[in-house]
């Protein structure tokens, strides 16, 4: 089991390393080898229209995965807490920095997909550890 837990912590900590690098990138690494093209943004999915609101797919699939990760990492710890917070914090500073970053832009999709992925894992394990026994 702790082996497991470790591969989890490192995993955690090298996504948050590789996340925080994409998103400081001036302009997309992705891009820059699927397309020869360091503008063009690589879509996964089409995003998500809610109404007036749209919500990045990408980001949504890039937090859930740093959630999850996190989750499974410090699940069962007194870090619990301190990592929801954290998650929140940077899936909030790191659009910030889009502000000042050449060639990148704060985007409010972008913002409400990091946040929507980072609650859709908490509601998850919240209910999980409320009414599943494991």
Known sequence: MKKI??????????????????????????????????????????DLITG???????????????????????????????LIVYLFLLSIILELFHIIIPVRGFEMSDLFGNIVGVILVIFIYKIVIRYVKI
């Open 5 to 46: 837990k470790n591969f989890f912590k490192i995993s955690f900590y090298s996504a948050n390393i590789m996340l925080i690098l994409l998103y400081l990138f001036p302009g997309s690494i992705f891009g820059c080898f699927l397309y020869d093209n360091c503008y063009k943004q690589p879509q996964i999915t089409k």
């Open 52 to 82: 007036d609101f749209i919500i990045s797919s990408n980001h949504i699939y890039a937090f859930v995965l740093l959630t999850s990760l996190g989750i499974f990492s410090f699940h069962n710890t007194k870090k619990i807490n301190f």
